[in-house]
């Protein structure tokens, strides 16, 4: 199967920049979109975007500007950039696979464990 693993996550001041990571490891899928979500507790989870097999990223209108979303994928890594954090983007960020394994041909939607992100003076 395939593992997901977030990293980068942790506490920023207002207005700082994070750059977090997504590594999938395991079983590779044929192709596979792979996005970013994030969820504050007792709120409903947001997508914050999501990167396709070909193609640009595509990021939420409310966050366009600040977060962008890139892929490595030979080093099978989804990155998340933000910018100019604000207190409210304070949320366990978590990334997100689905598609079809190269082995089986099954097709697997795959969640990581998450990190937190706290934005704080």
């Known amino acids: 199967q395939v593992q997901l693993k977030e990293s980068g996550g942790g506490l920023v001041q207002p207005g700082g920049s994070l750059r977090l990571s997504c590594q999938a490891s395991?079983?590779?899928?044929?192709?596979?979109?792979m996005g970013w979500y994030r969820q504050v507790p007792g709120k409903v989870r947001e997508l914050i975007g999501y990167?396709?097999?070909?193609?640009?990223?595509i990021v939420a209108d409310s966050l366009k500007g600040r977060f962008t979303i890139s892929r490595d994928t030979t080093k099978r890594t989804l990155f998340l950039h933000m910018d100019n954090l604000k207190v409210e983007d304070t949320a366990v960020y978590s990334c997100?696979?689905?598609?079809?394994?190269?082995?089986?041909?099954?097709?697997?939607?795959?969640w990581g464990q998450g990190t937190l992100v706290t934005v704080s003076s």
């Open positions: 990167s396709p097999p070909f193609g640009a990223a």
């Open positions: 395991g079983s590779s899928f044929r192709r596979s979109d």
């Open positions: 997100n696979a689905y598609g079809k394994l190269a082995n089986s041909g099954e097709y697997v939607e795959v």
